[in-house]
């Protein structure tokens, strides 16, 4: 595809893009508007557009009592969070291990989110923002964990066999959820793991494999045998050459895996609704904002909450940004 060099075609397509980026955000960063806002200027007639922000919304929504220090906590956590983010988005130019310096962040965010209920008075939507994050990270890791093996031997064996297992799963994950959801909510009534982390983690993982394997087979297939081939001359083992050489040549295609199977998990809602009762996640959770007639319809209340469940997925995605870049990108071209 040959590039555009006229001038006038250049800004006709920056001006689009924009228009593009412009109209998909629009309503996210309204929504972050209304959540600093009191329910009068929320309400208004006229858009309010100029406003005094106040975090009453978020105070409501995370809170069940409001401190005297709340506004100090809430200004010192968003500094770290901002700290933390553009620590990871400049990791390769601090002269440390990028891998060390990732690890370190993610340590500092499951600090703050642990040990916050400690400092003040959490509500009911934190601790479902705690089990999103438990059940999401479990989910995550454990289907990466089997996929990558899973993905790597369906990609190197060509057998009728391989072709079965890979259209089974196909036909697995095409199923809808009404297929096995009652068969999953009899079977942990009957073992006693209804409404548990570890049977949320094992249905989400066991829904959302296939996906998860269909798609680290496509980045594995475009590693060359002759690679591993030739650490396994020098001998090196099958797993030795899968591990310290394979790996690291795919690596961003397993973070982009892994950023979707995220998204998927994240936004699970009818799977969780059934199995759960208190352990929810801000999926099931965020209804009880949709108004009613015990619930309070408040626009800001809604705001702060859908900011709350988006803010986990931004910071990851800033900090892999680049991974995820690289991975679909390489995902695209077979070498």
């Not at 250049?10 to 980026?21: D, E, N, S, Y």
């Not at 508007?33 to 929504?61: C, G, H, I, M, W």
């Not at 899968?242 to 040549?249: D, G, Y």
């Not at 759960?276 to 965020?286: C, E, F, G, I, S």
């Amino acid at each position: 595809m040959r590039p555009i060099t006229h001038p006038f075609a250049r800004i006709g397509l920056h001006l689009f893009l924009w228009a593009v980026v412009l109209y998909s955000t629009l309503p996210f960063v309204w929504t972050t508007l209304n959540s600093f806002k009191t329910k009068r200027d929320a309400n208004a007639a006229t858009p309010q557009f100029v406003f005094e922000p106040t975090l009453e919304a978020y105070s409501a929504v995370l809170l069940k009592s409001a401190s005297d220090n709340g506004i100090l906590v809430g200004f010192g956590i968003f500094a770290v969070l901002a700290t933390l983010v553009t620590i990871g988005l400049f990791a390769k130019r601090i002269p440390l291990s990028t891998k060390a310096i990732y690890w370190g962040i993610a340590a500092a965010l499951a600090l703050i989110v642990w040990f916050l209920p400690t400092i003040v008075d959490t509500a009911e939507f934190y601790d479902n923002f705690l089990n999103t994050i438990i059940i999401a990270t479990g989910a995550v890791i454990i289907s990466v964990a089997i996929g990558a093996p899973a993905g790597y031997a369906l990609a190197r064996y060509t057998g009728i066999s391989g072709v079965v297992i890979l259209l089974g799963a196909l036909a697995f994950r095409s199923l809808p959820r009404l297929g096995y959801i009652l068969p999953y909510f009899q079977v942990s009534q009957d073992i006693g793991l209804w409404d548990t982390y570890i049977l949320v983690i094992i249905v989400l993982v066991a829904v959302n494999q296939p996906f998860t394997i269909w798609m680290l087979r496509a980045f594995f297939m475009t590693v060359p045998k002759e690679i591993e081939e030739s650490a396994m001359v020098d001998g090196a083992s099958r797993f030795a050459a899968f591990r310290k050489v394979v790996i690291p040549v795919v690596w961003p295609g397993i973070v982009a895996t892994s950023l979707f199977t995220l998204l998927i998990v994240y936004h699970e809602f009818l799977l969780i609704r059934i199995l759960t009762q208190q352990n929810k996640t801000l999926t099931v959770a965020m209804t009880q904002f949709l108004g009613g007639v015990s619930v309070p319809g408040s626009v800001p209340r809604q705001s702060a909450a859908a900011v709350v469940s988006v803010l986990p997925l931004i910071i990851v995605v800033l900090i892999f940004q680049k991974q995820f870049v690289k991975g679909i990108g390489a995902g695209a071209v077979k070498g």
